[in-house]
């Protein structure tokens, strides 16, 4: 069955607004893309989307109460809200600093929790 989705690309600033065409799942045509990045994109955008998760996590001992995190890697976007729920169940303390890996391999999907920022020990 013919499917047509309309989807902005957010792979540059252009924003280019598409028409992609599938058909079974499989995309057939892609239209309004400026760049060769957006058919890549429309591509994966229907068959397996993904996404960088960033968020915060509570932090024990430190100086501040939470600490900004992110996915090393883009994860799959059915396990978005997986993968906050293990976020939110994880147990950190301080201090972390940026790069840090918070969880490791985080659902099995290859990708880390890392620190985007650095947080101190509480004085």
Do not use: F, W
């Amino acid at each position: 069955m013919q499917e047509v989705r309309e989807m902005v690309c957010i792979v540059c600033p252009v924003g280019c607004h598409m028409k992609v065409t599938s058909n079974e799942g499989q995309v057939t045509k892609v239209e309004g893309n400026s760049c060769k990045r957006g058919i890549g994109y429309a591509e994966a955008e229907c068959t397996h989307p993904t996404r960088t998760l960033t968020t915060t996590m509570r932090i024990k001992n430190g100086e501040v109460p939470m600490i900004s995190v992110k996915t090393d890697e883009p994860v799959p976007k059915s396990l978005l809200m997986a993968c906050m729920e293990a976020i939110n169940k994880a147990k950190i303390q301080a201090p972390i600093h940026v790069g840090d890996k918070i969880i490791e391999n985080i659902l099995d999907t290859g990708s880390n929790i890392v620190a985007t920022r650095n947080c101190e020990r509480k004085a």
